[in-house]
């Protein structure tokens, strides 16, 4: 039992670490596959640059949120400051608390990146349109700002607890 308490830090840091990384590496692969489809509109159309890029960045805010949630806990859990005594079970919560996040994170990226890259397609062949080709991987985005959110309270909360 005394091994499992003294786990309680490395359960946290997963979870910290998967927010940040598969949310991270999600928005990386979508924002790859925005650039990829960005990049064939500005060879026939350099004017369209600025717009593509917006629909091109859309898919990299998931990284954004899974590095708040990581710091967040981070900063929870004493690893920024402070202490780190955690038990075993505190720390599978965290772990838990991160997860949401990291999971949506990672897919709603690689969602949001499908509808960015039709989007794009859009404005290559109706610039005017524009506006309503951002509201597709918009509609993504929500799923992720949700995840952030029950992460950001489930980690607030968690470091409320007394166990």
Do not use: H, W
Request: hydrophobic share 60%; glycine share 12%; aromatic share 8%.
């Amino acid at each position: 039992m005394e091994m499992f308490n003294n786990l309680g830090i490395v359960f946290a840091l997963l979870g910290a670490a998967l927010a940040a990384l598969l949310a991270g590496a999600g928005s990386a692969v979508a924002v790859g596959m925005g650039g990829q489809a960005a990049a064939g509109v500005v060879t026939e159309d350099p004017a369209k640059f600025g717009k593509v890029l917006i629909l091109q960045l859309l898919p990299g805010t998931q990284g954004i949120y899974g590095l708040l949630i990581a710091f967040i806990t981070l900063s929870q859990i004493g690893v920024l400051g402070g202490s780190s005594d955690i038990s075993g079970a505190k720390g599978l919560l965290y772990l838990a608390a991160c997860l949401p996040m990291a999971l949506v994170g990672y897919f709603s990226a690689i969602a949001q990146a499908k509808a960015a890259v039709s989007s794009i397609g859009i404005v290559a062949k109706k610039p005017e349109q524009f506006g309503k080709s951002m509201i597709f991987p918009a509609m993504v985005e929500t799923y992720a700002i949700f995840a952030l959110l029950i992460s950001m309270l489930a980690v607030n909360g968690v470091s409320a607890l007394n166990i």
